[in-house]
């Protein structure tokens, strides 16, 4: 979440960044610059009070060792309403916290000045295309189909077993899926990301702190008797492993990655852009995370998008990258680059993967921080990347690679699936 003197001190500032996400709730900045401001009043009573209650409390000790017994009542009979109104400053003072904090969070993330300020995904700036699309046959099929034609996931038995939206991958669609995520994994690796395997479920506080409450409750997969939640992605509990904990600025950058299956609600999607494994409801992806320290958090922000980019060349998919406009951005991040692959038979881009960077709107609620070379503490910046989410990547690969001999799989895969075509 924001900080609170950053509000306060630059309050038109604030206003105007918000606007670029188009926040409709801009009033609230200066109802919580109010109760900000009453907080601090309560607070400067409640400080004097108690300093005149310990000042009389002293004096009482004082008089009694004097013997002034009397002069130490007359005192004490002055001073017996202390304790009493501080806990009632003190009690307001609280419900005050509650409110003031109860509106900060409902306040997205600032958008970095680059930001486009645009309303919808329309507005997203291109910045750069890479790779030639495929020239497919007349006859070339879109995945959906091509999934049914050499039985590799059944999206139908998935229905039987769960739900729209749940996928059964079978022969070498499972082994496809293997190879991705071990690919991944093994490329993060040589780029120095330490590999974890994290819950898929996590606690109101994991999902508060990465910022997927309050904004996504309703995207969230819910288990009512724990109180837990599915992950929409391993950015969740990578991130909350350094919740409450003071890094030293030594560690930094700190890079994590992660594989994990990840379950989105998506209530609402419907049509033709979502058909096979265009839009699902659970699918596999590897995350990336750092902890950066602020000054270098951009910089890593654009490796970051180079190595998503490389990913996409070693798998010969045709794409592009988008700097994504406030009105498509999401409610914490600062910045965020999306990668898009060209589906050859659908004709149409597709997302794979989002870096974003948050800047400290993710590190202020998990209280991850460090000591500055001025031994002040300061909050880290927290940054993600999908490297890659596997379902439109499979799409992509399934149709760009139509060939009369079956699907081609691009040759840095073959040595995890074993074979070349699927057929």
């Not at 108690?50 to 013997?67: C, P, V, W, Y």
């Not at 997927?212 to 997969?221: A, I, N, R, T, V």
């Not at 999607?269 to 000054?295: C, M, W």
């Amino acid at each position: 979440m924001l900080q609170l003197n950053y509000i306060r001190e630059n309050r038109d500032t604030v206003i105007e960044r918000l606007a670029v996400k188009h926040f409709k709730e801009i009033g609230l900045v200066d109802e919580i610059i109010s109760l900000d401001e009453d907080r601090r009043k309560i607070q400067a009573e409640s400080d004097a009070l108690s300093g005149e209650a310990n000042a009389a409390a002293k004096q009482i000790g004082d008089l009694m060792r004097q013997g002034k017994k009397e002069e130490a009542e007359a005192v004490k009979s002055q001073s017996s309403g202390y304790k009493e109104q501080v806990k009632q400053l003190l009690d307001k003072l609280g419900a005050i916290e509650i409110e003031l904090n109860d509106k900060i969070v409902q306040l997205p993330n600032l958008p970095h000045q680059s930001v486009p300020a645009g309303v919808s995904a329309d507005d997203n700036e291109v910045v750069l295309t890479n790779g030639e699309i495929p020239a497919l046959s007349e006859d070339a099929l879109p995945h959906w189909e091509l999934l049914n034609k050499y039985d590799i996931v059944d999206l139908e038995l998935g229905v039987k077993v769960a739900g729209a939206g749940f996928p059964i991958y079978k022969g070498k669609g499972a082994k496809l899926q293997r190879a991705l995520i071990n690919f991944f994994l093994d490329q993060a690796a040589e780029q120095g990301y330490e590999e974890v395997q994290v819950p898929i479920l996590v606690n109101e506080d994991s999902a508060f702190a990465t910022g997927q409450l309050p904004d996504k409750e309703g995207q969230m997969y819910y288990v009512n008797n724990d109180n837990l939640y599915l992950i929409p992605t391993a950015e969740v509990p990578v991130t909350n492993i350094y919740r409450d904990v003071i890094v030293k600025e030594a560690q930094f950058p700190i890079k994590h990655c992660a594989y994990t299956p990840c379950f989105r609600r998506e209530a609402g999607s419907y049509g033709a852009h979502v058909r096979g494994l265009n839009r699902l409801h659970q699918f596999d992806k590897v995350e990336t995370v750092q902890i950066v320290h602020p000054e270098k958090s951009y910089a890593v922000l654009e490796e970051m998008s180079l190595y998503v980019q490389g990913l996409l060349q070693q798998l010969e998919l045709p794409y592009r990258v988008l700097r994504l406009c406030g009105g498509d951005m999401s409610f914490t991040s600062a910045l965020t680059y999306d990668m898009e692959v060209y589906s050859s038979a659908q004709k149409r881009w597709l997302e794979v993967s989002s870096v974003s960077n948050f800047e400290t709107y993710q590190a202020n609620r998990l209280k991850v921080r460090f000591k500055n070379s001025d031994g002040k503490m300061q909050l880290a910046h927290t940054l993600n990347g999908s490297a890659l989410a596997l379902p439109r990547i499979v799409a992509a690969i399934l149709e760009n690679n139509q060939t009369d001999k079956g699907i081609r799989i691009p040759s840095v895969l073959v040595p995890y699936t074993k074979f070349e075509y699927i057929d």
